[in-house]
């Protein structure tokens, strides 16, 4: 599997950051960054090695992250739960802070000053 620089921006830019900020959020100096774009692969040789005595592609031995269908399922089924036990709740909330669990603490203190400046702004 090769680390796609294209697929990178797009969704950089649907989430309004750019490069700089998603490998200082991330944590990835630009050196490393740079040096994975270049590789043919970022697989580790030992699932490589796997994949190929089982005589499948790397993917066939790798998990994927649940399709965002199925998650919204998942959320929308606890958000029914939810609103049962809390019938003053609102869906639009429930649902909003369901999504929010799914981030990381820091990602979601990073998201708030970023609502934060950008209602400063205006």
């Known amino acids: 599997m090769k680390l796609s620089a294209d697929r990178i921006r797009t969704l950089c830019a649907r989430r309004g950051l750019n490069l700089q900020g998603l490998l200082e ?5 630009r050196t490393a960054y740079y040096s994975l774009i270049r590789k043919t692969s970022i697989l580790p040789g030992s699932v490589q090695a796997m994949a190929r005595m089982l005589g499948v592609a790397p993917s066939a031995i790798l ?7 199925g998650r919204a399922q ?3 089924r606890q958000a029914g739960r939810v609103l049962a036990l809390n019938p ?4 639009e909330n ?3 802070t369901l999504v929010l669990l799914d ?3 820091i990602d ?4 708030s000053l970023l609502r934060g400046r950008t209602h ?3």
Request: proline share 9%; no cysteine.
């Open 25 to 29: 959020s991330a944590g990835v100096s």
């Open 63 to 69: 998990e994927e992250a649940p399709p965002v269908a």
């Open 74 to 76: 998942v959320l929308i």
């Open 88 to 91: 003053r709740a609102t869906f």
């Open 94 to 96: 429930v649902w909003h």
């Open 103 to 105: 981030d990381s603490p």
């Open 108 to 111: 979601r203190l990073r998201r």
């Open 120 to 122: 400063d702004l205006h």
